[in-house]
Nanobody, 120 residues
Framework: QVQLVESGGGWVQPGGSVRLTCAAS????????MGWYRRVPGNQRALVAA???????NYGPSVKGRFTISRDDTKNTTLLQMHNLQPEDTDVYYC??????????????WGQGTQVTVSS
């Protein structure tokens, strides 16, 4: 059993900053890529930021230069530091991880999501 738990969401004024944390727990053997996604119309999820096991990062076009993703493999966590937030960044942000469970195979897992609201 594996869980991804996000934290750190909330309300912030335009121009403000928020840091999201995602912690993976359970019977984890290895973690590959980790990332953050947000909801888009059509009940889809769009990439916000991702980081591979070797530290290579990838960002959605609207967040480049404002958001930074990092990971701490000693704690099985990924962080998303969000700066200069704007109202259009308001959304539910989901953590995703590609991981291998003990005695099992690789598969993608999702967190429950955390709300970020940007308004004055």
């Amino acid at each position: 059993q594996v869980q991804l738990v996000e934290s750190g969401g909330g309300w912030v004024q335009p121009g403000g900053s928020v840091r999201l944390t995602c912690a993976a727990s359970g019977s984890i053997a290895r973690i590959g890529s980790m990332g953050w996604y947000r909801r888009v119309p059509g009940n889809q999820r769009a990439l916000v930021a991702a980081i591979t096991s070797t530290g290579v990062t990838n960002y959605g076009p609207s967040v480049k230069g404002r958001f930074t993703i990092s990971r701490d493999d000693t704690k099985n966590t990924t962080l998303l530091q969000m700066h200069n937030l704007q109202p259009e960044d308001t959304d539910v942000y989901y953590c995703n991880a590609d991981l291998k469970v003990l005695g099992g195979t690789w598969s993608y897992h999702w967190g429950q999501g955390t709300q970020v609201t940007v308004s004055s």
